[in-house]
């Protein structure tokens, strides 16, 4: 039971952080707009770029080959 309990919390702490990571990286792009003396993005700019980006569908010519399409899953 502590195993599993301990798994969990572990679990729980890497979504935290990879939920954070993006508010970090506004938080540092807001500094440097404000240390240049411009206003700079609002904080949450990278989550919205992660969605949008999330929505793209993929282009793919007609005759690729299934190689081509499962590259950049493997990679």
């Known amino acids: 039971m502590a195993l599993i309990l301990a798994l969990a919390i572990q679990a729980l702490q890497m979504l935290v952080v990879l939920a954070a990571a993006p508010l970090l990286t506004g938080f540092i792009r807001k500094v440097k707009a404000r240390t240049l003396g411009r206003k700079g993005p609002p904080l949450v700019q990278p989550y919205r770029d992660l969605l949008r980006l999330i929505r793209k569908e993929a282009v793919l010519a007609e005759n690729a080959s299934w190689l081509f399409r ?6």
Do not use: F, Q
């Open 70 to 75: 499962a590259t950049p899953y493997l990679v």
